[in-house]
């Protein structure tokens, strides 16, 4: 198995390779929202490395959202299309599940009973989830497992519901990750009790597709794959107009800036 | 390369129509795919850009699938990939350029980006084979109202263009005041062939002697004057008139000004592009303007004249041959110029 992961959901855009041992090969950028621009080459760079040539992967996994739409639609795009020219199989990975596996290792070390991915959707809004991290059987690798619903939050309601769910448990840390905390920082810092969260740091801070891969990797062996045109972006959201048609408020003055 | 003809595919995804098409040696039409979305924007009035970009990402490997299956090739026989790169909406035109650079990497397939603008005059090389530049271009669309000489394949030379409301647009805005609903082009057309030209006195605006910019804008007020005086008094409007006056307003100073520039540097051929080139009245006006002073006017057929991948994929063929370096680190530019 050799499966190509692609995060381009967040600032940075990065490429991935993982076998089935779980060996990763990864290529990033540092230059932010370049993802149009820079995809092909960080892919490249990523097959390469991993020392395979294009016609050798097996499937290709796309990190599908929720985060930035333009981002989101670059990768979904590209995974498609790769896949339907390979003639392979997608994997989707949900964005917000591969930011909490890619900073588990450091929650656990801080002793953080809770990982709490938070993407800033602006306007107080977040798109955000609460993980847990459990472990398999053999006790060696865990996982992020899934407490909090992967939704929109206005981020006061986010953390007042980590607040309860912090209480049930004595002396239980969350454990933060995102853009979230770049925008949100001050609030989460006024909301939550002294000693009760920590922010990852900013080399660890944002969406990458290593951890995409890791659970890409996993969803394959699990035979969660998709056909290239089943691929499809979780934005989380409807466009403005749409929302605004339901509502029945579409107005004129909409209708004319949209021509 | 098929049975010895260069093969390029063209996509196409600038604005709200997800377009694939495969043409061989730059010329003939082999596949032409068109994905419309206009069933899907006529409910909000107009091309919702966030719709149109999730529209297209859903719709784009199947239209290139069936362009490839309608040719009667595979990938592997595709000797070139062309995009629409600019200009366009930036949400929409991404998806043709991810789309594209992931198919050119999967395929070993060069890709070169393309002008949306170049396309639209090389709908052109496909409908009539024998055309080569030098020739004048006539420009017309949602977006654009443009006289262009045209000296070689792919350089244009911009002579003059809308200094307000490019000539689709006034045409949207006044079919919407008027009831005629969107896409406002093709209705307008359609009511004027009922009504009277002649029955209301909508101004001309040529601008600066010899200039070939054009405005619409004050026509369109004049326009939205005129219908609220009627309302006002009382009065009953004909839309049809009210169409074809309008039109008439529009398509008379488009025709004068691209036969002038014709003139004035000495093309002997005007070439007709861009969704409102299909306009029958525009179509009509040019013929006989054009041919009071013996200019020929060439103009695809409508299905070429809207966004289309095969004019695509022929400006592709051109740029490629001209020696453009393929580019896998192409980006999207909503600003394109000529």
């Known amino acids: 198995?050799?499966?190509?992961?692609?995060?381009?959901?967040?600032?940075?855009?990065?490429?991935?390779?993982?076998?089935?041992?779980?060996?990763?090969?990864?290529?990033?950028?540092?230059?932010?929202?370049?993802?149009?621009?820079?995809?092909?080459?960080?892919?490249?760079?990523?097959?390469?490395?991993?020392?395979?040539?294009?016609?050798?992967?097996?499937?290709?996994?796309?990190?599908?959202?929720?985060?930035?739409?333009?981002?989101?639609?670059?990768?979904?795009?590209?995974?498609?299309?790769?896949?339907?020219?390979?003639?392979?199989?997608?994997?989707?990975?949900?964005?917000?599940?591969?930011?909490?596996?890619?900073?588990?290792?450091?929650?656990?070390?801080?002793?953080?009973?809770?990982?709490?991915?938070?993407?800033?959707?602006?306007?107080?809004?977040?798109?955000?989830?609460?993980?847990?991290?459990?472990?398999?059987?053999?006790?060696?690798?865990?996982?992020?497992?899934?407490?909090?619903e992967e939704?929109?939050?206005?981020?006061?309601?986010?953390?007042?519901?980590?607040?309860?769910?912090?209480?049930e448990t004595d002396g239980a840390k969350a454990f933060f990750t995102g853009d979230g905390i770049d925008a949100y920082g001050d609030i989460i810092r006024s909301a939550m009790p002294e000693g009760s969260y920590l922010f990852a740091d900013e080399e660890i801070r944002y969406q990458h597709s290593e951890p995409v891969a890791r659970v890409a990797l996993r969803?394959?062996?699990?035979?969660?794959?998709?056909?290239?045109?089943?691929?499809?972006?979780?934005?989380?959201?409807?466009?403005e107009a749409e929302q605004r048609l339901k509502a029945?408020?579409?107005?004129?003055?909409?209708?004319r800036a949209s021509v | 390369m098929k049975n010895g003809h260069f093969l390029t595919l063209g996509i196409e995804t600038s604005c709200d129509?997800?377009?694939?098409?495969?043409?061989?040696?730059?010329?003939?039409?082999?596949?032409?795919?068109?994905?419309?979305?206009?069933?899907?924007?006529?409910?909000?009035?107009?091309?919702?850009?966030?719709?149109?970009?999730r529209?297209?990402?859903?719709?784009?490997?199947?239209?290139?699938?069936?362009?490839?299956?309608?040719?009667?090739?595979?990938?592997?026989?595709?000797?070139?990939?062309?995009?629409?790169?600019?200009?366009?909406?930036?949400?929409?035109?991404?998806?043709?350029?991810?789309?594209?650079?992931?198919?050119?990497?999967?395929c070993d397939i060069p890709l070169v980006g393309v002008n949306h603008m170049h396309g639209h005059i090389a709908a052109n090389y496909l409908e009539h084979h024998e055309l080569e530049p030098p020739f004048m271009a006539l420009i017309v669309s949602g977006g654009h109202t443009e006289i262009v000489n045209v000296p070689e394949y792919n350089k244009c030379e911009k002579l003059g263009g809308t200094r307000d409301d490019a000539a689709g647009e006034a045409f949207d805005k006044v079919a919407r005041v008027i009831g005629l609903g969107y896409p406002g082009g093709p209705k307008i057309d359609r009511a004027a062939k009922e009504g009277d030209k002649d029955s209301i006195a909508f101004k001309r605006v040529y601008l600066e002697h010899g200039s070939l910019d054009f405005s619409f804008s004050g026509l369109k007020t004049q326009a939205l004057n005129y219908l609220n005086q009627q309302r006002q008094a009382g009065r009953e409007i004909n839309v049809n008139d009210v169409a074809a006056s309008f039109q008439e307003a529009v398509v008379e100073v488009i025709?004068?000004?691209?036969?002038?520039?014709?003139?004035?540097?000495?093309?002997?051929?005007?070439?007709?592009?861009?969704?409102?080139?299909?306009?029958?009245?525009?179509?009509?006006?040019?013929?006989?303007?054009?041919?009071a002073k013996g200019i020929d006017v060439l103009k695809p057929s409508p299905v070429l004249c809207t966004d289309n991948?095969?004019?695509?994929?022929?400006?592709?063929?051109?740029?490629?041959?001209?020696?453009?370096?393929?580019?896998?680190?192409?980006?999207a530019i909503p600003g394109l110029e000529f």
């Open chain 1, 1 to 148: 198995m050799k499966i190509l992961a692609i995060e381009t959901t967040g600032k940075y855009g990065s490429a991935s390779v993982i076998d089935e041992t779980g060996r990763v090969f990864s290529a990033d950028s540092r230059e932010e929202m370049n993802h149009l621009k820079g995809m092909i080459t960080l892919i490249d760079e990523a097959i390469r490395s991993a020392g395979i040539t294009k016609d050798e992967l097996t499937h290709v996994a796309a990190s599908v959202g929720p985060g930035s739409f333009t981002g989101i639609r670059i990768g979904v795009t590209t995974a498609r299309v790769m896949a339907q020219m390979l003639g392979i199989p997608c994997i989707g990975v949900s964005t917000l599940k591969a930011m909490a596996e890619g900073i588990l290792d450091e929650a656990i070390s801080k002793d953080a009973l809770y990982v709490v991915p938070v993407i800033n959707a602006r306007r107080h809004q977040t798109y955000a989830a609460v993980y847990e991290a459990e472990f398999t059987s053999d006790h060696e690798k865990q996982s992020a497992v899934n407490i909090m």
């Open chain 2, 55 to 106: 529209k297209h990402l859903e719709r784009v490997n199947d239209v290139i699938g069936k362009a490839l299956d309608d040719a009667g090739v595979s990938a592997k026989d595709i000797d070139l990939i062309g995009v629409t790169y600019g200009p366009g909406l930036v949400g929409a035109l991404l998806i043709g350029v991810a789309a594209a650079k992931a198919m050119a990497y999967a």
């Open chain 1, 248 to 255: 029945g408020t579409l107005s004129d003055r909409i209708k």
């Open chain 1, 219 to 239: 969803m394959a062996e699990g035979g969660k794959t998709l056909g290239y045109d089943e691929l499809m972006p979780e934005y989380m959201r409807l466009a």
């Open chain 2, 255 to 291: 025709a004068d000004k691209a036969v002038m520039a014709a003139e004035k540097y000495g093309q002997k051929r005007i070439v007709m592009a861009g969704g409102v080139a299909s306009n029958s009245r525009l179509r009509a006006l040019m013929e006989e303007k054009a041919g």
């Open chain 2, 17 to 53: 129509e997800t377009a694939a098409s495969v043409v061989a040696d730059g010329r003939f039409v082999m596949s032409n795919v068109i994905s419309s979305q206009i069933d899907i924007h006529t409910a909000y009035g107009g091309v919702v850009p966030e719709i149109a970009s």
């Open chain 2, 309 to 331: 991948g095969a004019m695509i994929a022929s400006a592709a063929y051109y740029a490629f041959r001209a020696g453009e370096k393929p580019d896998l680190e192409l980006d």
């Open chain 1, 151 to 167: 939704k929109q939050y206005m981020i006061e309601d986010l953390l007042e519901e980590l607040r309860t769910k912090l209480a």
